[in-house]
């Protein structure tokens, strides 16, 4: 599975973006999809995830203000990106998993300004 993500930009504070991801390869449907971030120490946190069937996922500290979703008919993974704040500065990498297998995008970068 290749995964596209697009739509990151600079914003200033209290902006908004909406990443996209674009999957394509997958013969039996994905099962998740998500976004993550990297934290400070480098490890990739989550930020929304989605299942196939439509349960969401969200950290606390992007909950009322990012929406997930997914269009299965175009293969594509959504973030609507509300009230950005500095500290969502960061590449956003876009996520799949199918069956046990994972499978990383190459991330797209938000800056936001103060």
């Given at each position: 599975?290749?995964l596209?993500?697009?739509?990151g930009g600079?914003v200033?504070a209290?902006?908004s973006?909406?990443?996209?991801?674009?999957a394509?390869g997958?013969?039996?449907?994905?099962?998740r999809?998500?976004?993550y971030r990297?934290?400070?120490g480098n490890?990739?946190?989550?930020v929304a995830?989605i299942t196939?069937?439509?349960?969401?996922?969200?950290?606390d500290?992007?909950?009322?203000?990012f929406?997930?979703s997914?269009?299965?008919?175009?293969?594509t993974?959504y973030?609507?990106?509300n009230?950005l704040r500095?500290?969502?500065?960061?590449?956003?990498?876009?996520h799949?998993l199918?069956?046990i297998?994972?499978?990383w995008?190459?991330?797209t970068?938000?800056?936001?300004s103060s």
């Amino acid at each position: 599975v290749q995964l596209q993500a697009s739509g990151g930009g600079l914003v200033q504070a209290g902006g908004s973006l909406r990443l996209s991801c674009a999957a394509s390869g997958s013969r039996f449907g994905i099962d998740r999809m998500g976004w993550y971030r990297p934290t400070p120490g480098n490890q990739r946190e989550l930020v929304a995830t989605i299942t196939r069937g439509g349960t969401t996922n969200y950290a606390d500290s992007v909950k009322g203000r990012f929406t997930i979703s997914r269009n299965d008919a175009k293969d594509t993974l959504y973030l609507q990106m509300n009230s950005l704040r500095p500290e969502d500065t960061a590449v956003y990498y876009c996520h799949a998993l199918v069956g046990i297998m994972n499978y990383w995008g190459q991330g797209t970068l938000v800056t936001v300004s103060s």
